[in-house]
């Protein structure tokens, strides 16, 4: 299994940031494994400095986004209050993955994520 095979089983099963390294520094190689889902592509020999500053990176922007998913109100209720509604139009939408969730008694968009990572 490649590289690319993995991140994709990782993209679709778990939920957790990957950052790419390998030799092959072309362009399309580079494009594919960011589109795939990674969090960044290193091209090796890597330094640890370079990997540590990039993971530290991931982890405060992911604890950020979390914090901002928790301060957003529960989705549960926005689904629950989205169900009462009247509004025919936003039905359709919400089957196709847009949910809603509160932010301070207003009732905001939320469109799914592919777990939340971090893409440049």
């Known amino acids: 299994m490649d ?3 993995l991140l994709e089983h ?3 099963e778990m939920d957790f940031p990957v950052i790419m390294m390998s030799a092959d520094d072309g362009k399309h190689v580079v494009m594919k494994g960011v589109t795939h889902g990674a969090c960044d592509y290193l091209i090796k020999p890597v330094r640890i400095e370079v ?6 990176h991931v ?3 992911r604890k950020n986004e979390w914090k901002d998913f928790e301060q ?8 629950r209050q989205l169900k009462q509604s009247e509004d025919a139009d936003t039905r359709p939408r919400l089957m196709k ?9 207003r009732m905001m968009k939320m ?4 777990g939340m ?3 440049r």
């Open 111 to 114: 469109k799914p994520t592919r």
């Open 59 to 61: 982890v405060r922007k």
């Open 72 to 79: 957003s109100g529960s989705v549960e209720e926005g689904d």
């Open 51 to 56: 990997l540590k500053n990039i993971w530290q």
């Open 117 to 119: 990572i971090h893409r």
């Open 97 to 105: 993955g847009i949910g809603k969730a509160q932010n301070g008694g």
């Open 10 to 12: 990782i993209d679709l």
């Open 3 to 5: 590289g690319f095979k």
